[in-house]
């Protein structure tokens, strides 16, 4: 079922609230969060703050796609600090962690910290985060992440929907190719990278290049 013949199922934010504050990591997973919001007529404003991504080429792209498709839909967006020497100096001793494991709880707990504290001081009673729709993702840690974040503010709440369900990640991809986002081949980190290009050296494959892959021109490539 494509998105135009899907009827999206009308949203409501928790506790009755009447704007939410998103967390956005980048437009492939944004942007079926944003039209799945949008359709259901709530108030929201994009969040992006993701200091994470390394190195600043690719920090700028997928930002900058993120602008794109916000302007496109006439949201507010938030471009917040990208203070790169405070993630490392929290992701010391991780280097090696694995995916999903410590040091992506720390990443998704200062994004979310950081997500929170604007909220508190802007009137939005409701967070949440384009980062679960993504399958390679752990969706119970990245909850755990953001109501822990929330709960540093009284009546404040994590949005814990999952975008995933009713064909939700299917859609994320055919948004990706209808708009031809920019297509990440890593999460972000510098480690992500590392251990994406050994992963590829391993099978024989060329490494990760930076800005080169977009969603729906895999031909111009060939």
Not at 29 to 34: A, D, K, P, Q, Y
Not at 152 to 159: R, T
């Amino acid at each position: 079922m494509t998105t135009a013949d899907f009827k999206r199922p009308k949203l409501e934010l928790p506790n009755g609230a009447d704007k939410l504050l998103l967390h956005s990591c980048c437009a492939p997973c944004s942007g079926e969060v944003m039209e799945a919001i949008q359709a259901s007529g709530i108030d929201y404003t994009i969040f992006f703050y993701n200091p994470n991504i390394h190195p600043q080429k690719e920090y700028l792209i997928r930002k900058d796609e993120n602008i794109r498709f916000a302007e496109q839909h006439g949201v507010p967006f938030i471009d917040a600090d990208y203070d790169t020497d405070n993630w490392f100096e929290r992701a010391k001793g991780m280097e090696w962690e694995p995916e999903r494991g410590i040091r992506c709880t720390m990443c998704f707990d200062m994004r979310f910290e950081r997500t929170a504290l604007y909220a508190a001081e802007n009137g939005f009673s409701v967070i949440s985060s384009s980062l679960g729709i993504s399958r390679w993702k752990n969706m119970q840690q990245i909850n755990d992440c953001g109501q822990r974040a929330a709960a540093h503010y009284p009546g404040m709440v994590y949005w814990d929907y999952n975008w995933r369900k009713q064909g939700g990640s299917s859609r994320m991809i055919e948004i990706s190719k209808r708009e031809q986002f920019y297509q990440q081949e890593y999460c972000g980190c510098v480690y992500s990278l590392r251990d994406s290009n050994l992963h590829r050296k391993s099978q024989g494959r060329p490494l990760i290049k930076l800005g080169k892959l977009y969603y729906g021109k895999e031909d111009e490539l060939a």
